[in-house]
């Protein structure tokens, strides 16, 4: 399985960027997808998860910003990320688990100047 992560830039303060991850490789059903981030100096941390069914979950910091989504048919795991702030400053990673172990994608550098 390889997950491709797109989507990455530099953006004003308040401004708006869409991530995508898609895997391709394999035709397994991934359990969960989601984004991790890790700022410069820190370590990494999950920024929003889905699950098969749609379910999500968020980091306390990006509730409300953020917002995950998947595409089942085309295999592609979005981030929509509004608001941005200068903390959401990092290497944005995507990854997709299974029952039998976790993929990850290379990361995509995103930067919110202020």
């Known amino acids: 399985v390889q997950l491709q992560a797109s989507g990455g830039g530099l953006v004003q303060a308040g401004g708006s960027l869409r991530l995508s991850c898609a895997a391709s490789?394999?035709?397994?059903?991934?359990?969960?997808m989601g984004w991790h981030r890790q700022a410069p100096g820190k370590q990494r941390e999950l920024v929003a998860v889905?699950?098969?069914?749609?379910?999500?979950n968020y980091a306390d910091s990006v509730k409300g910003r953020f917002t995950i989504s998947r595409d089942n048919a085309k295999r592609t795991v979005y981030l929509q990320m509004d608001s941005l702030k200068p903390e959401d400053t990092g290497v944005y990673s995507c990854?997709?688990?299974?029952?039998?172990?976790?993929?990850w994608g290379q990361g995509t550098l995103v930067t919110v100047s202020s």
């Open positions: 889905i699950t098969s069914g749609g379910s999500t």
């Open positions: 490789g394999s035709s397994i059903s991934f359990n969960y």
């Open positions: 990854n997709a688990e299974t029952i039998m172990r976790t993929y």
